[in-house]
C-alpha cells in the first residue's frame, strides 16, 4: 500500500528536500505541496493525503489552526490524513496544542532523513504519536507546565478499574504488546480495552489519549 503525503511548509527548499526524500520511497508517494497552512486544508481536501505533513509555524494560518480545521467538523473530505508535526522543540511552546487539536505526533525539523521517513509510516499505520522518540519527551516538557484539566477527572470517572490501568500505560508509552504482558492479558483483549477508552474519552486516536493521561494526572511528567 503506497502512502500520499502533502508537505505543508514555508520554505520552498525545505518542501523540495522532503518531498525528494520521501518519493525516494516505495512505498511513499508525495501529493502535493503547501506554502502555508490554509493552502494546506485546501489541498488536504482536495487531494485526500493519508499523512500531511505540517509545519507549526506557517503564514495565513499557522500549523495548529491549519490542523484544527483539517481534523474538526465538516471537514469535506473523503478521508481525514493523520498530522505529523515538523517543529522546534526549543521555541515552539504550542506544540501540546497541536495534539489536543488531534495531531498525531512530531518531528523535529533537523530529524534524521530515516527518521522522517519511519515517522511518516508509523503515522500512517495508526500508531499515534508515540513514534518519533522525541515526543515523550515533548509531552513532559510541556504537560508539566499546565495547569490540570478539571474535564480530565470528571471524565476519569466514567473509566472502568482495567480501563483506568490501560490508560495510565498509554500515558506511560506502552504498545499493546508491552501493555498486555504487563497486565498479563491478551493482546486482543488490550486492543478492545483501548477502543472503548478512546470512545468514552472522545478521543481521535492514542495521541490525545496520552494527553489526557496527563492531563488527569494518571501520568506524572518527568522533573
Known amino acids: 500500500m503506497t502512502i500520499s503525503v502533502l508537505i505543508a511548509d514555508d ?34 481536501a482536495r487531494l485526500n493525503p493519508d499523512v500531511v505533513l505540517m509545519d507549526v509555524r506557517m503564514p ?16 469535506p473530505a473523503a478521508h481525514v490524513p493523520r498530522i505529523l508535526m515538523l517543529t522546534t ?3 515552539d511552546d504550542y506544540v501540546y496544542d497541536a495534539l489536543e487539536a488531534g495531531a498525531s505526533g512530531f518531528l523535529l525539523k533537523d530529524a534524521l532523513p530515516e527518521d522522517l521517513v519511519h515517522a511518516v509510516r508509523v503515522v500512517a499505520a495508526g ?5 518519533p522518540s522525541v515526543t515523550r519527551r515533548m509531552i513532559e516538557h510541556f504537560a508539566a507546565r499546565r495547569p490540570r484539566a478539571g474535564r480530565a477527572t470528571a471524565t476519569l470517572r466514567e473509566l ?14 506502552r504498545s499493546n504488546a508491552e501493555i498486555a504482558a504487563e497486565l498479563f492479558i491478551s493482546e486482543q483483549t488490550v486492543k478492545t480495552h483501548v477502543g472503548k477508552v478512546l470512545a468514552k474519552l472522545g478521543a481521535r486516536d492514542r495521541g490525545q489519549a496520552v494527553i489526557f493521561a496527563y492531563d ?4 506524572e511528567a518527568a522533573s
Open 11 to 44: 520554505q520552498a527548499m525545505v518542501r523540495a528536500g522532503f518531498a525528494a526524500l520521501l518519493d525516494a520511497q516505495e512505498d511513499v508517494r508525495v501529493v502535493g505541496q503547501a506554502a502555508d497552512g490554509a493552502e494546506a486544508a485546501s489541498l488536504s
Open 160 to 173: 472502568t478499574d482495567r480501563e483506568r490501568e490501560v490508560l495510565t500505560l498509554i500515558g506511560r508509552g
Open 89 to 91: 522543540f526549543d521555541i
Open 216 to 219: 488527569a494526572g494518571l501520568v
Open 127 to 131: 500508531d499515534a504519536l508515540l513514534a
Open 60 to 75: 495565513e494560518l499557522d500549523g495548529i489552526a491549519a490542523t484544527r480545521r483539517i481534523l474538526g467538523p465538516g471537514y
